[in-house]
């Protein structure tokens, strides 16, 4: 992905498929993008689990922060990540690939 910049990062319960991300490393800090749950999969902790392998692999990495941008249209996304230590500190209205204006917030949880 992306010349090595961009990882997949790949969710398995019972050696089924039932999450995903992707994760860019910065300078100082992760970026990470399309976190998904399958609609099965939801409410069993998954996301968080998920989060917090992304937490780790910043301090593995020696990184500063971590970073999401997230659709203001899903509040329990943004709800989620406020409760694993993330803020809100930009709002921006961005054009995705269809042309579409969407509103986003821009979010990120500083590593101790």
């Not at 039932?18 to 800090?29: E, F, G, Y």
């Not at 910043?58 to 406020?82: D, F, G, M, Q, T």
């Not at 803020?87 to 509103?103: A, D, F, L």
Request: with cysteine.
């Amino acid at each position: 992905m992306k010349q090595g910049l961009e990882k997949a990062l790949l969710c398995f319960v019972d050696g089924e498929p039932v999450a995903s991300s992707r994760i860019t490393l910065k300078d100082t800090s992760i970026y990470f993008s399309r976190l998904s749950v399958t609609s099965h999969a939801r409410g069993k902790g998954i996301a968080k689990a998920i989060l917090l392998w992304i937490e780790n692999y910043a301090i593995e990495n020696k990184k500063k922060k971590i970073e999401c941008r997230v659709r203001a249209s899903l509040p329990k996304n943004i709800s989620l990540y406020e409760r694993m230590g993330y803020i809100v500190y930009k709002e921006e209205t961005v054009t995705n690939p269809n042309g579409y204006e969407v509103k986003t917030v821009v979010m990120e949880k500083p590593i101790l």
